[in-house]
């Protein structure tokens, strides 16, 4: 009864529904969404797949990531990290998934735990600030401020929404 007007179960059991007086209106066709993930409460920032693409990982603004199974939709995992996370990535062989924070230490997630790896860089961008350690260095005019932050060592590299990627090395 729910299944699109033009599927083939509709077909394959239309007969089953003639007790029906009123069905209620569906679509014509399928549609291709397969499913719609929900538990966070901000804005999803981040997104993956496992390399066995059984797994994504989500990263939203509610400073959690969640780790979801590819084929059910069902939540696996919910990681409360305290940070805004723009950045996941998978091993190559999936056991673990690597989240950046920017501000924030990187961290790496196996087997179900959260350790705290070695962070990455003294530079950093919180809000519109790049920072080197806890002290803001360099305030960012707002035709400056990034869409999206990478961070490597003493040097950062910033994507703007109008295309344009700026890169900048601070003297340590």
């Known amino acids: 009864m ?3 007007r033009n599927s083939v179960v509709k077909q394959q059991f239309a007969k089953l529904l003639t007790c029906v007086e009123r069905a209620p209106q569906v679509e014509r066709k399928w549609n291709a ?3 719609t993930l929900e538990g966070h ?3 999803v920032y981040a997104v993956v797949f496992s390399p066995d693409g059984k797994t994504v990982a989500s990263a939203s603004f509610d400073k959690t990531v969640k780790l979801w199974d590819a084929g059910t939709g069902t939540e696996l995992r919910t990681l409360q990290v305290q940070a805004y996370i723009f950045k996941l990535d998978f091993s190559r062989d999936g056991s673990s998934l690597f989240i950046d924070g920017g501000m924030h ?3 790496l997630v196996c087997d179900k735990q959260c350790v705290i790896v070695e962070r990455l860089s003294d530079v950093a ?11 803001p260095v360099i305030w960012l005019p707002t035709d ?3 869409n999206c932050i990478a961070v490597y060592q003493n ?3 910033f994507g703007y929404r109008t295309g344009a990627v700026t890169i900048l090395q601070l003297a340590l």
């Open 125 to 135: 961008v919180k809000g519109n600030w790049i920072y080197r350690g806890e002290e």
């Open 33 to 35: 969404l397969l499913q």
């Open 144 to 146: 400056y401020r990034p």
């Open 41 to 43: 409460s901000e804005w």
């Open 2 to 4: 729910f299944t699109p």
């Open 105 to 107: 230490p990187t961290f």
């Open 155 to 157: 040097i950062a590299v």
